[in-house]
């Protein structure tokens, strides 16, 4: 195997990992057509979400020390809307309401959530950051901020707007295949 290429290799997941720079990727896709241009789109997505994966945990124990990783996206839909009810957190992160339940019960407990009687109908209870839960939130995101400029140093800004409408467009194609 050249110095340059890792090669490629199962992954936890069972997916295929492709480890070689993503200029030699390209090149060796470009002849392929639309399968080969998903498949090393999926391979990429592997590498990104694992990544992913990782700096929502450092992200989340910044948070609060005993804040499990998959609270962070959580914790975000709450700023994003400022408050939701369960059945709608529930949707928005796409994870079943006897695990989001279990998520808010910790983090009330941890005093970064708190629920309150919902003014819209006073049998269900909206849930929002406090104010220690949203200052927490905000520091460890500013965080995790400074990392992507750092990252993304020599990206020039169309480069980063492509990224983030292609990224877009791909949370887009999600929502509606799960709709």
């Known amino acids: 195997?050249?110095?340059?290429?890792?090669?490629?290799?199962?992954?936890y997941d069972g997916s295929m990992t492709d480890e070689r720079p993503v200029e030699d990727q390209a090149t060796a896709h470009t002849g392929g057509g639309?399968?080969?241009?998903?498949?090393?789109?999926?391979?990429?997505?592997s590498h990104l979400w694992r990544r992913s994966r990782a700096n929502a945990h450092q992200v989340a124990r910044q948070v609060h020390p005993e804040i499990e990783p998959a609270a962070y996206g959580?914790?975000?839909?709450l700023q994003r809307h400022q408050g939701l009810r369960l059945t709608d957190l529930s949707a928005e992160i796409g994870v079943g309401k006897p695990s989001v339940s279990r998520q808010v019960a910790l983090l009330e407990q941890l005093g970064v959530v708190?629920?309150?009687?919902?003014p819209q109908d006073g049998r269900?209870?909206?849930?929002?950051?406090?104010?220690?839960g949203a200052s927490?939130?905000?520091?460890?995101?500013?965080?995790?901020?400074?990392?992507?400029?750092?990252?993304?140093?020599?990206?020039?800004?169309?480069?980063?707007s492509t990224l983030a409408a292609l990224l877009t467009k791909l949370n887009q194609s999600y929502k509606a295949h799960r709709d």
């Open 1 to 11: 195997m050249d110095a340059g290429v890792s090669g490629t290799g199962p992954t």
């Open 136 to 160: 927490q939130l905000a520091a460890a995101q500013a965080a995790r901020r400074r990392i992507f400029h750092t990252l993304l140093e020599d990206w020039s800004v169309e480069e980063l």
């Open 34 to 45: 639309r399968d080969e241009a998903i498949n090393a789109m999926e391979q990429q997505l």
């Open 74 to 77: 959580l914790l975000a839909a």
């Open 114 to 118: 708190h629920k309150e009687a919902d």
């Open 124 to 132: 269900a209870q909206a849930i929002s950051l406090t104010e220690q």
